[in-house]
């Protein structure tokens, strides 16, 4: 099939390539035909605010279609040999096609979805844009004419009367850069469709970054394997060292044991649809690397699911010792902690909000705002994952009594060290991998998840080992060694038969 161009001539009218100068400091352009013509846009009006998101697609290059050559093209690249020439061969060659290089006809469609806000001026939900013209890769510059569809609950209306200009970011530099453009309106302002120009931006994430993702991903996957197959092997031992020693079932947090479970269930069904639909992002990378991708994925959840089978036999064993136990330190250590835990998220989302970390979604996440704060209780629910021993400390302190060796060493402190190195890892990854990032490509400490910044990652880590110690402190010095003195003691009295005098 071949692409036939009708707007040729308001392309030449309207879009002069003459216009933009040639770069003078050695930027290198996207070539037409490669799959980083595909990006996610942000969109926002004439005033500066952000009113939706979107993501544009080319439909052809020349007379051929995109899709085709730019997957072929991915893929060759991602999965070349090591002996494949890379970044400066690479950068070499596009040096020389982009001297010998002419304008391109290309054609998009681009495909926006409005924010829904009760004082919006937006003209509908969604807008859907087809459009076609030339681009100049010495320089990056695309500019069409095309039409729009507008669709609302109301009406529907197509306006022909578009020109879109993109400016796409070098792909030579390090870290990416930025791709903006504007759709404006070649109506005048008094034509009832005319519309105020609006602007957009996308984080460009060009091919050589994205084969740099992949690596990431890789590592990333394996060490969820592992974290989540030691994880495996500590709750094991842990079901061991009660069968061993049967009387410290009973001295066990249930509302610990429950933190942990949930902690395995939850990325189950929250990625049971990722697991075969795929987000987006995800998608995009299947497109150029084949199945490897979600056959990973599973094999993420078996594991996942294997920890999380064995975490419900140590609670459900814990459980039945409890039956005959007295539940009432049980239920109360657990709402010492249930208040500690809706006091500290209380907290923590108010910090969160005032810092300003509520901001519009990213040109990748494709999330509206509201989604921010499940993804604040998220971040939440890591931390107080990442603080599992806190409930095994409050029912140690209000147990009391001689030290109890209720968890075993490895249980305890390898589960720990599971729960650390995830925040080492964001700082490794920090400085390692560029700080542009697709969303649903972090498989490990990801920062949704949990609290991940430079001060975080230190804060959490001595948090967790001072959880740790406390611990090892009462298991050997008794439940109540790291209160003060006295504080809540209580003197037990013997009962002594009373001898009558008579």
């Known amino acids: 099939m071949r692409y036939d161009y009708t707007e040729s001539e308001r392309v030449r009218n309207l879009c002069p390539m003459t216009a933009k100068k040639l770069p003078k400091n050695g ?51 991602a999965f070349a040999p090591e002996s494949a020439p890379r970044s400066a061969d690479v950068e070499e060659r596009a040096e020389v096609v982009a001297a010998d290089s002419s304008p391109l006809n290309m054609s998009y469609t681009v495909s926006i979805n409005y924010f829904r806000r009760s004082n919006s001026t937006s003209p509908g939900d969604r807008m859907y844009l087809t459009a076609e013209g030339v681009y100049d890769s010495k320089t990056g510059y695309l500019c069409m004419v095309g039409c729009r569809k507008i669709h609302n609950y109301s009406t529907s209306v197509n306006d022909c009367e578009l020109l879109v200009k993109f400016e796409f970011a070098p792909t030579n530099e390090n870290r990416g850069g930025f791709t903006k453009g504007t759709i404006g309106s070649t109506r005048p302002k008094s034509d009832p469709l005319y519309f105020k120009e609006l602007t957009f931006s996308s984080t460009s994430y060009f091919t050589e970054q994205a084969v740099e993702t992949i690596s990431r991903m890789d590592l990333e996957i394996a060490m969820v394997m592992i974290s989540n197959t030691l994880s495996c092997v500590f709750v094991a031992l842990q079901i061991f060292h009660g069968r061993r020693n049967p009387e410290v079932q009973s001295c066990i947090s249930i509302a610990m044991l ?129 603080g599992f021993l806190l409930p095994q400390i409050v029912l140690n302190a209000i147990r009391g009594g001689l030290g109890r060796a209720a968890l075993s060493g490895p249980f305890y402190v390898g589960t720990s060290a599971v729960r650390l190195v995830p925040h080492a890892y964001d700082q490794y990854r920090l400085r390692n991998y560029p700080t542009v990032g697709i969303n649903g490509t972090y498989f490990y400490a990801d920062q949704t998840a949990d609290f991940y910044s430079t001060v975080w990652d230190f804060v959490i880590p001595c948090g967790v080992v001072a959880l740790a110690v406390v611990v090892f402190l009462q298991q050997r010095y008794g439940g109540r060694c790291i209160l003060p003195r006295g504080f809540g003691e209580v003197e037990l009295y013997e009962k002594v038969p009373v001898v009558s005098n008579e």
Do not use: C
């Not at 969109?43 to 020349?62: D, R």
């Not at 909000?353 to 996440?365: A, C, I, L, N, V």
């Open 258 to 386: 429950v933190v942990l479970s949930l902690g395995h269930m939850i990325p189950l069904v929250v990625n049971f649809e990722a697991l075969f639909l795929g987000s987006h992002a995800k998608q995009t990378f299947l497109m150029s690397s084949g199945k490897w991708l979600e056959a990973n994925e599973v094999a993420i959840r078996v594991v996942t699911m294997v920890a999380f089978l064995l975490q419900i036999r140590l609670l459900q064993s814990v459980w039945s010792a409890k039956e005959t136990d007295d539940n009432r330190i049980e239920k109360k250590a657990s709402f010492i902690s249930l208040v500690v835990y809706i006091f500290g998220g209380f907290i923590t989302l108010l910090l969160n909000w005032t810092r300003g970390k509520r901001s519009p979604p990213s040109s990748y996440s494709g999330n509206l705002g509201s989604t921010t704060f499940w993804e604040d209780v998220r971040s939440y629910a890591g931390l107080i994952l990442d």
């Open 27 to 77: 930027s290198i352009y996207p070539d037409g035909h490669s799959y980083d013509m595909r990006f996610d846009l942000s969109l926002k009006n004439s005033n500066g605010e952000q009113i939706g998101w979107g993501y544009a697609t080319p439909i052809s290059v020349g007379i051929d279609l995109f899709e085709r050559s730019s997957s072929m093209l991915v893929e060759a690249y």
